[in-house]
C-alpha cells in the first residue's frame, strides 16, 4: 500500500507560480512511477506530468516549457515528487491530483491516488 498526501495549492494570479509536493509513504520501495493529473471544472481528469523511478520524464504539451516534475527520493520513508508550475494560466485551474503506479496486481500496475489540492489561477 502507498499513501499519496499532496499540498501546495492555492490561488495564484495569472503568469504566477506554484509548487505541488505529494509525498508518498507506505510501500515506497515499490513505485514505479508518480504521475501528476489535472481536473478543470466540469472535465475529465488529464495527466499533466509523469516521472519514473530511473527519473524519465513526460508533459502534457500544454505544460511543456512551463512545468516541471522533479523528485526526491533521498529519505529512507517518504519518497517526493514536485511539480513546479510557472508562467500559469486561468486555464490551469482546478484540482491537482497526484498517482502512484506501485507493485502489481497479477499483471496489471496498482495505481494510488490522493485526495487533491485546489489550484486556482485568476485572470
Known amino acids: 500500500q502507498v499513501q499519496l498526501v499532496e499540498s501546495g495549492g492555492g490561488l495564484v494570479q495569472d503568469g504566477g507560480s506554484l509548487r505541488l509536493s505529494c509525498a508518498a509513504s507506505?510501500?515506497?520501495?515499490?513505485?514505479?512511477?508518480v504521475v501528476w493529473y489535472h481536473q478543470a471544472p466540469g472535465k475529465q481528469r488529464e495527466l499533466v506530468a509523469g516521472?519514473?523511478?530511473?527519473?524519465?520524464?513526460?508533459?502534457?504539451d500544454s505544460v511543456k516549457g512551463r512545468f516541471t516534475i522533479s523528485r526526491d527520493n533521498t529519505q529512507n520513508s517518504v519518497y517526493l515528487v514536485y511539480l513546479q508550475m510557472n508562467s500559469m494560466k486561468p486555464d490551469d485551474t482546478g484540482v491537482y491530483y497526484c498517482?502512484?503506479?506501485?507493485?502489481?496486481?497479477?499483471?496489471?500496475?496498482?495505481?494510488?491516488w490522493g485526495q487533491g489540492t485546489q489550484v486556482t489561477v485568476s485572470s
Open positions: 498517482n502512484a503506479e506501485a507493485g502489481y496486481d497479477g499483471h496489471r500496475p496498482k495505481t494510488y
Open positions: 507506505g510501500s515506497i520501495g515499490s513505485i514505479n512511477a
Open positions: 516521472i519514473t523511478i530511473s527519473g524519465r520524464t513526460n508533459y502534457a
